[in-house]
């Protein structure tokens, strides 16, 4: 295993960003054969999985920051200014969504709820090498 470079960080972003092997090391201004290697390697490979799920992480978080917005302005198109048609349109979206939206936050709050539960029960010690008062 290598230790990670600050040198990596060009190809680390460029692979990340969903360039090939190939784009990245010419981005990045490495060879190819240079490129296959530290992805052969499980620090950088690592490394790059870590920035995905970071990049990822932000962009929901934007995502989420902008439905808020989006919500408002499908609201304001509800308002009877608007011609009958875009208003048609912005309930459908707006129930659409809605209903998708409640139906994810209800199948979460249920998941989290089981997996508490799996946490807490005699089941979970036996599986982790506990066995409750017989042990």
Do not use: W
């Not at 349109?89 to 209800?106: D, F, Q, S, T, Y």
């Amino acid at each position: 295993m290598t230790k990670l470079r600050k040198a990596d960080d060009p190809l680390l972003l460029a692979l990340a960003c969903g360039l090939s092997a190939e784009q990245a090391a010419r981005q990045a201004g490495v060879s190819v054969k240079t490129a296959y290697r530290r992805l052969d390697d499980a620090a950088f490979a690592a490394r790059l999985g870590d920035l995905r799920a970071d990049m990822l992480a932000r962009a929901a978080a934007m995502l989420t920051a902008a439905a808020v917005e989006s919500v408002r302005t499908l609201a304001d198109l509800l308002k009877p200014a608007n011609a009958p048609a875009t208003r048609l349109n912005a309930a459908r979206a707006i129930l659409e969504h809605g209903v998708k939206l409640r139906a994810l936050v209800e199948v979460e709050a249920r998941l989290r709820d089981l997996e508490d539960r799996v946490a807490q029960s005699p089941a979970a010690d036996v599986q982790h090498g506990h066995h409750g008062a017989y042990s």
